[in-house]
């Protein structure tokens, strides 16, 4: 295990991320007190839902199992030294195509995934929230497009997105907050592509700053943002919502992996069980939220069972740990004749959602987007070896040519399957946990819609004039699913206001709850989502609902 | 292969510069002050390692060696009992205990000699045979070896690889760049502080540029 040392958040104070070696006051609740909601991760969801219930007057602790770093200090410009930022504990993989666990789907550390995303921020195209009763495939979401296009605005503004004055696709949006960040070489050949084949594109909206704001200084392209960004431009939940949460008196507490939530007779959660410096504490709380993504939840859920839910929490529709999803990451890679250096700025500049929006002359459900790529040596290797088989002589060679390296990857929808699953392994962690057993296997419409990505790819790189073109054809990144929100008990887990149906102080605020995953990264929805539920919370509660 | 595509070009002069902070400086230091010894591998285990990455990674007699080994040998002490294993596979420490072992008595059913005794020719025979699915000796236990050399062979030898600033500095990368990050983002734009390629018939200047590099 990588050595994490003892917790910082503690004591009255936790760590100040914008200041080297600095402390914030931050409020302590006792483990005897009632507070009014637990909150297990600090991610995206949980860390965005946690700063918006304690800026509206609940007590809160928010419970994470990683570390509590400080960028600045603490974020060395290094591929290997950053897996400190991933979910490196024991799991196991199976099925027909296992999936590749870390950096691209797993954070552990306080600000979750964010802390390492690639800052991505795009909406969900309005008619996925119907796919069923619309697309045809997958499943109906209970919420409105139009309500979340207006807490997608509301997550922009929070994050103070660097985006195009005009998006090309979809209903009509707001400027992004800030302008739009040069378009780096890749970015700009993607760009080239694209008109080539009649297709829109944009720069793309990122969640890291193009001028200063606040203690944020404008990004420097450094082209690390993967590995954590060291300068404080990523607006990450770590240095948005966190510090907000703090200073709304919400308490944080990192290296904490809670590994139960308790349940009374009465079919209610009263709190939860987490290990931290070497032992086993219990919060009492009033409320439980479980954010811990998609493999993390459900564990959590199932881990949970009693002799009254021996099937786990929640789970009285055996939904729970079901329908696992992830985005196909495939990629189509050449060299061009100019040094294009694509290890400068964020990997992801540019962007088209052509087939996201385009539903004629396909020959599958769904959509999907790519954009630019700028991996850093040690993933192009992982590349160069995992999609060519390439080792020696010939490997050292092709690494020769990574100044002149081009790339286009895509973000395409996986549709959710049932044998797709996070169940309980025999096996136990370093906590005495059982671990997840993630098993995963492709569909026939997943592989069609792969297949047509790839060629489209591969089209938009010759018309640039990229040669030597190969394909990576195995690649998978994020993960949604395992918790899904419903229209009712028996086909889902939780419902539109990310409450389980079997449990009413019980609630799943990540990206567990997608029904469907769509064509673009999630960060944004799981966060507009999370926006949206704290608002409902703090409704309920006037109303006396909770 | 070229020796220096980047004339001159060293990732280690920009140091002190303002493109690596402390957090980096105390990354590489530690890095490159690694001993090149086991101390999760067996002996027996580490000589074969050792001749496994001279065949997966080939380097130039020319230069003081990339001490590959030791990079696994200090991840599997640090993190090879973690991790995501893929079934029916071993976390990653045991995997490798296995397959190393496993490496060995296919070279000695085959050659009658030890996998680091074979000739260049006969060992990238092998591998390509473990590459392709083609090895079956008992000793492999529950490692595929197919899935060994995809997921563990050809993923954590060249990471060790181009973890080193003498690989960032042979393909001409940038490396650590905090504070300063780059400026010109544009096609065939290098900023002052990047490595310059020596192109036919410029590599005087190329070699004038990287020696400028801070």
Not at chain 1, 364 to 383: D, V
Not at chain 1, 405 to 411: D, E, F, N, T, Y
Not at chain 1, 515 to 533: H, W
Not at chain 2, 12 to 31: C, M
Request: proline share 6%; net charge neutral; with cysteine.
């Amino acid at each position: 295990m990588f050595a994490e040392g003892l917790p910082r958040a503690r004591a009255g104070r936790a760590p100040d991320v914008f200041t080297p070696g600095g402390w914030i006051p931050m409020k302590e609740y006792s483990t005897d007190e009632e507070v009014d909601f637990a909150i297990i991760g600090t991610g995206a969801g949980g860390g965005t839902l946690a700063a918006r219930l304690a800026e509206s007057g609940f007590s809160v602790v928010a419970f994470d199992a990683g570390a509590y770093w400080r960028p600045l200090d603490e974020f060395a410009s290094d591929e290997t030294e950053q897996n400190k930022l991933y979910w490196l504990d024991r799991r196991i993989c199976e099925g027909e195509n296992p999936l590749q666990m870390g950096g691209k789907n797993s954070g552990k550390s306080v600000g979750g995934s964010m802390v390492h995303f690639a800052m991505v921020s795009l909406r969900f195209r309005p008619e996925w929230f119907k796919s069923r009763s619309v697309m045809g495939y997958g499943a109906d979401w209970p919420l409105d497009w139009r309500e979340m296009w207006h807490y997608y605005t509301k997550i922009e503004r929070a994050l103070s997105i660097s985006g195009p004055v005009k998006y090309p696709w979809g209903p009509r949006r707001p400027r992004y907050p800030y302008r739009a960040h040069e378009v780096n070489a890749a970015g700009m050949l993607l760009a080239q592509g694209a008109e080539a084949l009649g297709y829109r594109w944009t720069p793309t909206p990122l969640a890291t700053v193009s001028a200063p704001r606040g203690k944020s200084p404008p990004c420097v392209y450094r082209g690390f943002c993967r590995f954590g960004c060291s300068t404080n431009a990523k607006q990450s939940t770590l240095i948005v919502f966190l510090p907000r949460a703090i200073a709304a008196g919400a308490e944080i507490r990192d290296l904490a992996m809670v590994g139960r939530i308790e349940m009374n007779n009465a079919g209610r959660a009263t709190g939860v069980h987490y290990h931290r410096e070497n032992a086993w504490h219990f919060q009492r709380a009033r409320h439980v939220v479980v954010a811990g993504y998609a493999i993390e939840t459900p564990r959590l859920l199932l881990n949970s069972a009693t002799n009254r839910y021996p099937a786990g929490l929640a789970n009285s529709s055996g939904l729970v740990g079901k329908y696992l999803m992830t985005q196909s990451n495939q990629a189509v890679f050449g060299k061009m004749a100019q040094e294009v250096r694509w290890y400068k700025g964020p990997p992801s500049l540019a962007i088209t959602e052509h087939w996201n929006y385009e539903d004629k002359n396909k020959d599958f459900f769904g959509g999907y987007c790519w954009m630019g790529q700028g991996p850093l040596p040690i993933e192009w290797a992982s590349i160069q070896t995992g999609a060519r088989g390439l080792w020696g002589e010939k490997l050292r060679t092709e690494m020769m040519s990574y100044n002149h390296q081009v790339g286009l990857k895509m973000v395409g929808e996986m549709l959710p399957e049932l044998r797709n699953t996070v169940t309980l392994a025999d096996e136990l962690d370093q906590y005495g946990i059982r671990v997840a057993r993630i098993t995963y296997s492709w569909g026939e419409n997943d592989k069609r819609l792969i297949n047509h990505a790839l060629s489209q790819m591969r089209m938009s790189l010759e018309a640039v004039g990229a040669v030597d073109i190969f394909e990576q054809t195995d690649d998978t990144n994020h993960l949604a699913g395992t918790a899904r929100m419903g229209f009712d008990r028996e086909s889902s887990v939780v419902n539109a206001d990310c409450r389980a149906w079997d449990i009413p102080n019980l609630w799943v605020c990540d990206g567990s709850v997608f029904p469907t995953t769509g064509g673009v990264n999630p960060s944004l929805t799981i966060q507009a989502i999370a926006l949206r539920t704290a608002d409902r919370i703090k409704e309920m509660a006037q109303r006396g609902e909770l | 292969m070229s020796a220096e595509l980047f004339p001159g070009y060293d990732v280690l002069a920009k140091r002190e510069g303002l493109s690596w902070n402390d957090a980096t400086r105390r990354v590489i230091d530690q890095r490159l002050a690694v001993s090149n010894e086991p101390k999760f591998f067996s002996t027996e285990e580490w000589l074969t390692l050792e001749a496994l990455c001279r065949r997966i990674v080939p380097q130039p007699q020319n230069r003081p060696e990339v001490p590959l080994a030791a990079y696994i040998d200090r991840a599997m002490l640090e993190h090879g009992d973690a991790g995501t294993r893929i079934e029916p596979m071993p976390y990653d420490g045991e995997a490798w205990k296995c397959a190393l072992a496993a490496i060995d008595a296919e070279a000695l059913a085959a050659h009658q000699v030890a996998f680091r005794d074979l000739p260049a020719q006969a060992a990238d025979a092998l591998l390509a045979g473990m590459q392709n699915g083609e090895l079956t000796d008992a000793a492999w236990g529950n490692v595929p070896p197919k899935l060994f050399f995809a997921k563990r062979v050809l993923v954590d030898v060249p990471a060790a690889y181009y973890a080193h600033p003498t690989a960032w500095s042979e393909v001409g990368f940038g490396g650590p760049a905090s504070p300063r990050g780059y400026v010109r983002m544009g096609a065939d734009r290098r900023d002052p502080w990047e490595a310059a390629e020596g192109k036919p018939g410029n590599r005087a200047l190329a070699l004038r540029d990287n020696r400028h590099v801070r």
